[in-house]
């Protein structure tokens, strides 16, 4: 064991002295140094730690799969990571209610495994985030991460239906429930969703799993311009075919969709796409399988920062050719996006200035840019904004549940 | 009772200038139109009522409130069943009811946004031919507001399917309990920062005014099946529901009638429901192939489980029939009861067996009768509790009854409300879900938008002086009586 810093003392009488140790170079947040790492096992200790730091003004960054600590601005300090791996355990799994409940530092390839294995029933939590199978339930809501089954399943948001957390203060609390049908007091649950750990840490979750349909049919949609492939999104949003996917990649000039289904639904749905342009033909065997893996996780799988991008429908073909445009001047570009949604990622070089671009002609069509991947130092990137007056609000609500900016501070950017 | 103290000088004329004289309701009769929602048990005189015309005019009357140290209360329609647009006797009522106006339809980014006073309906009506709807479907929808919907969350029969009012909102305009306006959410999702609009949504009036709202439309379905299935007991037909959901089947919409709500559908409006101890109505849409092999998979499910009859409607009318009986069973109790109270619980849908067997042992204990019907897809359960507020005591029964059965719905892990809030009338039942400690979060994060807590008060969250009241006795919505809309 390396020699305990001297901060370690107070908690490890909190967690035991097996659950704090220095931070070591893994560590690291970007270029943030953290000091120490606890590891807590229970929503108590959890919120003793918190207690602890706040008094301290220590500023902490809970931590899960560690998949995606360079989401969002960078964070202005950081002397705790709290560990929530060891809150990993499963709670409850109710299969004919298609809910389940598990500690926050699940991994979701563990959840899986275990929901999938209820006999009698197939089902599973619908959600393909990029980061795998590594990120856990908390950092999973904590990031509202998706991929491309958002088309039909939405994000964390939908898929949340409960939650436990604790604040800076140590306070720990209930939000929702676990069922789906439920409007009982504030849905606090939308707060967690998204807030990228500057609002409390979150100790458990319930959630809302899906009946995994039997069959899967892939259609794909090669080459020709962004608005011939955008014609195609459009005629299948007319028509009646209920993708489950529908990514569009560039500069691949690609689309491809899926559809679950019943056995003749499936065919049906997939023969109709078909129909629906030229270049689109129905995929199956070793192929869909080929284009399954090209589309999963995407624009991550290079270097470079990662921004998430969302516009409007119309707005699809005009975003596709900005994006086209930065393909020519030789930067690397790589975008994923929910063809049927208007959201998506885009990984660019690092380099604020091609950031600058995209940001600009995103906004300039009517949508938004976040970061989900800086570049480790960077801190001076630019995001879209919320509405002023929403941001005060957001400011407001950061202050009412974490008054002495304990939690992540400065990693949302503008609210604290 | 104390008389509250009258609008401090000036304040009327101060309203009067904002919105026009005619638009600030002093008169008794005018206010007393406003006393009540949809839960008509709870009455409060405003002093007031303000019904503005555009945002700008939201935000004076708000700042004139907040100025002033006067609580207000938004409300839309008035359908609510929670008592959630219930005046506060020390504050005026901001009616959104002039604020109709469909502002833009746009089917090319499948969207549209309306005003806070647009009905419900209106939105799906603007958007029908073009193949679009709006999918949260009341059924108050006829007159309901989208600004109701989004404070209540609400749902619809389709909800089980198409998900909430949550699920279809992109983005609000709100007018803080301070007067600042907020644009929350907007055209696309997953706006930067926190998510105001989700927390918004569902908030009960509490934390400010929703002026203009962005709605995300749906695509009609290609097809839509319907049938009911009689069954001997409501224990069968909840084991077809089970079997529905474990075959991995998720109908449109999954009803289910008890024998008590059948004979009252049958004997007040004849709807043709087969004699049996449980319907269950359920409807399927989708692409066609998929539906038609998923509804031959639960026809044979009810089969398998029981059902001595299946009836599947073959056109439109044939649907519409099937339907009749559910969205008459309301009207029809208050044919056969001289009163009833609905309550709106949530369950596990895997412990409905449970939880109705416990229901038919509180109609013993208390002698009065329940009548279930409800959505059985997601365990949202609407027993209608029926008595006779001229029986001595009946009242009284019929409330413990219905706060007894909400008792059985938490003992097995459901919420105290599924679709109508929790307003003023579960206020103090919050306890029973929520720790002190919950309780004290959710008014912190109340109290970021509204720190004077002048937005609609004494809602959604227990204080001790709300407590101690007990709410006056039900009687049925003008609409029920009506016959325009049925409570669900
Ligand atoms: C016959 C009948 C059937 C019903 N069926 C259903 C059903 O199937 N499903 C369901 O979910 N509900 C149902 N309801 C309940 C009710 O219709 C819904 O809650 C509806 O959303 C209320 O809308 P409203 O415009 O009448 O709102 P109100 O009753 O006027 O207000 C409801 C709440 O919203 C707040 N509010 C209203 N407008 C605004 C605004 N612009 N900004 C901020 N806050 C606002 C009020 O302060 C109050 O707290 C039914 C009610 C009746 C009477």
Not at chain 1, 20 to 29: K, L, M, N, T
Not at chain 1, 368 to 380: E, F, G, I, N
Not at chain 2, 60 to 77: D, E, I, K, S, T
Not at chain 2, 187 to 195: F, S
Request: aromatic residues 4%.
């Amino acid at each position: 064991m390396s020699t305990r810093p001297p901060e370690a003392g107070p908690l490890a009488e909190l967690v035991g002295p097996g659950a704090v140790r220095a931070a070591g170079a893994a560590d690291a947040i970007g270029d943030l140094r953290p000091s120490l790492v606890v590891r807590p096992g229970t929503a108590l200790e959890v919120a003793a730690v918190l207690r602890a730091a706040t008094e301290r003004g220590w500023a902490v960054v809970p931590r899960g799969g560690g998949t995606t600590l360079l989401w969002g601005g960078r964070p202005h300090r950081c002397d705790v990571v709290l560990d929530t791996t060891g809150l990993d355990a499963l709670v409850e799994h109710a299969p004919a209610d298609l809910v389940c409940v598990a500690g926050a530092g699940m991994r979701l390839g563990a959840l899986q495994a275990t929901v999938g294995a209820a006999p009698g029933f197939h089902q599973r939590l619908m959600l393909d985030p990029p980061q795998g199978e590594d990120a856990t339930l908390g950092g999973l809501v904590a990031t509202r991460a998706s991929g491309p089954l958002r088309q039909r399943y939405g994000t964390m948001r939908d898929l949340l239906i409960g939650a436990q957390f604790v604040l800076a203060d140590g306070t720990v609390a209930r939000t929702g429930g676990k069922v789906a049908k439920n409007v009982a007091g504030y849905d606090l649950d939308k707060l967690l969703v998204g807030s990228l750990g500057t609002l409390a840490v979150i100790v458990e979750v319930a959630l809302r799993l899906h009946p995994v349909p039997p069959v899967s049919r892939t259609v794909v949609v090669e080459g020709g311009e962004p608005r011939e492939l955008v014609g195609f999104l459009a005629a299948v949003r007319r028509a009646p075919v209920v993708p489950s996917l529908l990514e569009v990649l560039w500069p691949d000039r690609v689309a491809i969709l899926r559809v679950d289904s019943s056995t003749a639904g499936a065919e049906r749905q997939a023969e109709i796409a078909a129909g629906l342009h030229p270049a689109a033909r129905v995929v199956d065997g070793a192929e869909a399988a080929g284009w399954a893996d090209r589309g999963r996780g995407r624009p991550w799988r290079g270097e470079g920062l990662v921004a998430g991008v969302g516009v409007p429908l119309a707005a699809i073909a005009p975003l596709l050719e900005a994006v086209e445009r930065e393909h020519q001047r030789g930067g690397p570009v790589d975008l994923a996006l929910r063809g049927g949604l208007g959201v998506g990622e885009i990984r660019l070089a690092p380099d604020p200035a091609a950031l600058e671009r995209v940001r600009l002609a995103v906004e300039g069509l009517g949508g938004h840019l976040d970061l989900r991947r800086r570049p480790a130092a960077a801190s001076d990137l630019r995001t879209t904004p919320p509405d002023p007056v929403a941001r005060e609000l957001m400011g407001a609500v950061k202050g009412a549940l974490d008054l002495g900016g304990t939690l992540s501070p400065g990693r949302l950017g503008w609210a604290g | 009772m104390d008389q509250p103290p009258p609008l401090a000088p000036g304040v009327l004329e101060a309203l009067r200038q904002v919105v026009g004289p005619k638009w600030v309701l002093t008169g008794m009769d005018a206010r007393r139109t406003y006393e009540c929602d949809g839960l008509t048990g709870w009455r409060a005189l405003p002093l007031a009522v303000v019904l503005p015309a555009t945002t700008a005019e939201v935000v004076a009357v708000v700042r004139l409130c907040h100025q002033h140290r006067l609580p207000f209360v938004p409300r839309g329609a008035g359908t609510g069943l929670s008592g959630g647009a219930l005046p506060t006797p020390d504050g005026i009522v901001i009616g959104l009811s002039r604020m109709r106006a469909i502002l833009e339809v746009d089917l090319e980014n499948e969207r549209v946004r309306v005003q806070a006073g647009v009905a419900n309906l209106a939105v799906s009506r603007a958007v029908d031919a073009a193949g679009y709807f709006y999918a949260p479907d009341p059924s108050s929808q006829s007159v309901c507001t989208i600004g109701g919907n989004v404070a209540e969350n609400s749902g619809g029969a389709h909800c089980l399917k198409y998900g909430f009012t949550t699920h279809h909102v992109l983005g609000a305009t709100l007018v803080t309990p301070d007067g600042r306006v907020a644009r929350l959410g907007g055209a696309v999702p997953d706006g930067p920062g926190y998510d105001l609009l989700g927390f918004v949504v569902g908030s009960e009036g509490t934390v400010g005014i929703v002026t203009e709202v962005t709605l995300r439309i749906v695509r009609q379905p290609e097809r839509v099946q319907t049938l009911l299935g009689a069954f001997p007991s409501v224990d069968s037909a909840g084991a077809a529901v089970a079997a529905v959901i474990a075959a991995g089947i998720v109908p449109a919409a999954m009803e289910m009638m008890d024998r008590t709500t059948i004979e009252a559908v049958e004997s007040t409006m004849h709807a043709g429901y087969p004699d049996c101890g449980a319907a269950l109505l359920v409807e399927l849409d989708g692409p066609a192939p998929e539906c038609s092999s998923l509804f031959e998979e639960v026809r044979a499910l009810c089969q398998a489980n029981g059902a001595t009859e299946v009836r599947v409607a073959h056109d439109e009318a044939e649907r519409a029939r099937l339907w009749r009986g559910r969205k008459g069973a309301f009207s029809a109790m208050g044919r056969v009861s001289p009163d009833y109270y609905v309550q709106d619980g949530v369950i596990p849908r895997s412990q409905l067996p449970q939880v109705l067997a416990g229901i038919r042992d509180l109609e013993g204990e208390f002698g009065l009768r329940v009548a279930n019907v409800f959505h059985a897809g997601d365990g949202n359960l609407h027993p209608l509790i029926l008595y006779d507020r001229r029986r001595p005591g009946d009242t009284e029964r019929a409330r413990s009854l219905a706060e007894r059965i909400l008792d059985l719905c938490l003992a097995v892990g459901g919420s105290l409300t599924g679709e109508h809030g929790v307003g003023r009338d579960k206020a103090c039942q919050m306890p029973k879900l929520f720790s002190v400690s919950d309780q004290a979060v959710m008014l912190r994060a109340r109290r970021a938008f509204d720190p004077l807590e002048l937005c609609n008060p004494g809602k959604v969250l227990p204080t001790p002086r709300l407590c101690g009241e007990r709410p006056g006795i039900y009687r049925p919505h003008l609409l029920e009586t009506a016959g325009v809309a049925e409570r669900l």
